[in-house]
């Protein structure tokens, strides 16, 4: 085997093995830290839950920049975050913005526990459209 395919990183996204019986897959990009938008986002993520069930419908939420303040560990909206998590939904957090602000302001921000921080956001959002998802920045 070449050297190269050690060291490949592996797809960030693997929506069949995550949601085996989904049929729909959708995105949610969140990159602006205003409350407004961060409610906005999880009523989506909340309503398509109740519309198509959990195991129907395999929902993402991508968050980058400023949109990263949704999944800080005190956000006012974390009960919901969690509860959302529970119910099936999947949350990232961009490894470049928290590398970003770590090297900006000497820490790495406390993220919820139950994000998973990817390597790159939008990297991320462009693998999940090139395997079934729709994207929406709502």
Do not use: W
Not at 31 to 46: F, G, I, M
Not at 84 to 93: E, I
């Amino acid at each position: 085997m070449p050297a190269y395919a050690q060291t490949e990183a592996p797809s960030q996204s693997e929506p069949k093995s995550q949601h085996p019986f989904a049929t729909h897959f959708i995105a949610l990009q969140l990159s602006d830290s205003e409350p407004k938008k961060q409610r906005l986002v999880l009523s989506v993520a909340s309503n398509l839950l109740k519309a198509y069930g959990p195991d129907a419908i395999a929902v993402e939420v991508v968050t980058f920049g400023p949109g990263i303040e949704l999944l800080r560990d005190t956000n006012e909206h974390r009960a919901l975050v969690d509860s959302l998590v529970t119910q099936g939904v999947r949350f990232d957090v961009c490894g470049n913005t928290l590398d970003t602000i770590e090297r900006e302001t000497g820490s790495r921000p406390k993220i919820n526990p139950r994000a998973i921080e990817v390597l790159v956001g939008v990297g991320h959002l462009l693998e999940l459209s090139e395997n079934k998802y729709t994207i929406v920045r709502p």
